[in-house]
């Protein structure tokens, strides 16, 4: 039986989400596309009906989740571009550590990127830089002359580290993982901040 074209459109959304999900709980390599499948209500051939591998697949849910990283990061703008402040109350929270389906994306599969192909690396890359891009613009702006790129590029990598660190500590030890968050902001909002008067003067 044939399918309509928005009922096979809505089929692929569904896998991607149940894939991007499941990705961050477990990492790519902790799910099989029988577990994909059935978290998206699908057989396992509709899966394959429309993504040749999981690798694929995995690709195209890693887009998703970074894709929402994204969306969270521009849903509230100050002066014309995000806000960063907002953004990061949100990411280095207990909230975020503690819901790895629906937050972010690189900091669940970070270590396990590099054992992935190429283009899952590559697309990895992409997101991370969407990010590093927008901290740039404001570090520039709070520091004009400073190596943006460079102090931007700390940023987003702490950010992604905090979490997966405090996310690694959170049932073992939840107090030093409350601290680990606390840390990677204090750290963070220094590499953000305009440096003070005496030390551009000095």
Same mark, same amino acid.
């Given at each position: ?8 459109? &809505? ?56 894709? %929402? ?19 990061? &109350? @949100? ?9 790895? /389906? ?13 054992? %992935? ?20 613009? @404001? ?20 950010? *992604? /580290? ?13 107090? *030093?993982?409350? %601290?680990?968050? %606390? ?5 963070? &909002? ?6 003070? @008067?005496? &030390?551009?003067?000095?």
């Amino acid at each position: 039986m044939r399918i309509s074209k928005e009922k096979a459109a &809505d089929n692929r959304a569904a896998l991607i989400r149940a894939a991007s999900k499941l990705f961050r709980e477990r990492g790519i390599d902790g799910v099989g596309v029988a577990e994909i499948s059935k978290e998206a209500g699908l057989t396992h051939g509709a899966l394959y009906a429309h993504f040749r591998s999981k690798e694929e697949l995995a690709l195209e849910a890693l887009s998703y989740g970074l894709d %929402q990283a994204s969306s969270r990061m521009f849903s509230a703008t100050v002066d014309g571009m995000p806000d960063l402040a907002r953004f990061l &109350d @949100q990411y280095l929270s207990p909230d975020s550590r503690d819901d790895y /389906g629906d937050r972010c994306a690189m900091a669940a599969s970070a270590s396990e990127i590099g054992r %992935q192909d190429r283009a899952i690396s590559a697309r990895f890359t992409e997101g991370y830089m969407v990010m590093v891009r927008a901290f740039e613009r @404001q570090i520039a702006v709070n520091d004009p002359g400073c190596d943006a790129l460079s102090r931007a590029m700390v940023v987003v990598a702490t950010m *992604v /580290g905090t979490l997966a660190v405090a996310r690694g500590a959170a049932k073992g030890n939840p107090a *030093v993982s409350e %601290q680990v968050l %606390q840390a990677g902001r204090h750290v963070v &909002d220094e590499l953000m901040r305009a440096p003070a @008067q005496s &030390d551009v003067t000095s």
